[in-house]
């Protein structure tokens, strides 16, 4: 038992990237299923542009896996997912490509893709060409993805998503700094991440130059 949970716990220790994180990095990690419409539209509109204006602040962590029913069967668990089966192959191919990057910015464009194909459809052929950004071929991610490693990537991302969240009563969710995050406007991403930087970047600069100047001409119209 206890060595099952330190090969968990070292799993999970090596799943993070953190060879680039540095003293101010804010960490941020989204836990989303690869097929919750709402999911997708938070990704590909929000946070991926947020991340690129945030680039060197932030450590950005993405974890496929959300509502999941885990049950033991025969000594092999067995994974449901809440929008079906090709949601828990969708999560086990990201996994996949994930795990081969290093570049935290060719892994969010890697999700990116794969998120804004599968808006239109289920195509594991236009899925595959999104692993070029990680220089991977579909077939190698469809190999990990229906192997035991796309596998055992799935399992130890829901163990990670259970370290940081107690209650999953919304999907996607949003932790900074190991705390989840109630985001009430999910356009407003990029202002909590710049209040959390302390408005130190350039782009939060920005945000509260508009913002200001938005306020001094409802001033002047008063
Ligand atoms: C998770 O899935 C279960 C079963 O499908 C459902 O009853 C529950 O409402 C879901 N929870 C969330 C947060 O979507």
Redesign the pocket.
Known sequence: MKFYALVILLGIISLQPSLQQSKNQLVVTLFYEPLCPFCRSYFTDHLYYTYLMLQKYIRLELVPY??V?KELHNLEYTY?C?HGPNECLLSQFQACGLIRSTDQRSQAEFIGCIESESKTAFNLKAFGACGSILGLSGKELMTCALGPEGLNLFGLHGEKQKLYITN????PWLVINYKQVKLEKPEDTLKVLCQYLKNEPLACKEILLSSNSQNSIVMKQN
Do not use: F, M, R, S
Not at 168 to 171: H, T, W
């Open positions: 959300g509502n029913t449901k809440q999953l009563n919304q999907i």
